[in-house]
């Protein structure tokens, strides 16, 4: 074979070499706070003055008096011809609130959730234990959320 021959042989493995190595994926730069979300179900909100959220996990436990904010929904908007997709945010009549905890796991948390009404009467001590969620929304390769959320309604906690 000659150089040319040598050349040719050369450039085809080299163009075919990246296929052998696996794609780099970009990851979100996006941060997660440990913490467990409390949603107030709509046909509550009126009941609800002020809440208190006691979290405990593996021995450690968290109390704060949430700071609530209006829930909303995403509203897809679509997408124009070109791919270009949007959505916006509308109100959805829920409360947020948000307890943020030093660390968080798969193990169990036992949450208890108090408070008053718009009148300062004691609403009623709601207690749920449950598991949190893991999941890789970005793929494996960018490692694991765990997310922990509860729904608060007259009935009581739940999961979300």
């Not at 969620?133 to 999961?159: N, T």
Request: net charge negative; hydrophobic share 35%; with cysteine.
């Amino acid at each position: 074979m000659g150089r040319i021959g040598v050349a040719l042989t050369l450039a085809g493995t080299a163009a075919l070499l990246p296929g052998c190595y696996p794609e780099a994926v970009a990851c979100p730069a996006i941060g997660h706070v440990a913490g467990v979300s409390l949603t107030v179900s709509a046909g509550y909100v009126r009941d609800v003055g002020s809440l208190r959220l006691r979290a405990c996990q593996d021995g450690t436990c968290t109390d704060k008096e949430l700071v609530l904010h209006p829930g909303s929904v995403a509203v897809d908007q679509g997408c124009s011809p070109e791919g270009v997709c949007s959505a916006t945010s509308s109100p959805d009549g829920t409360l947020q609130g948000f307890l943020e905890m030093p660390s968080i796991s798969e193990s169990a948390i036992e949450a208890t959730v108090s408070g008053t009404s718009p009148a300062g009467i004691a609403l009623p001590v709601r207690t749920l234990t449950f598991t949190p969620k893991g999941d890789y929304p970005y793929g494996e390769q960018c490692g694991r959320v765990i997310s922990a959320g509860v729904v608060l309604d007259a009935g009581g906690l739940s999961q979300t």
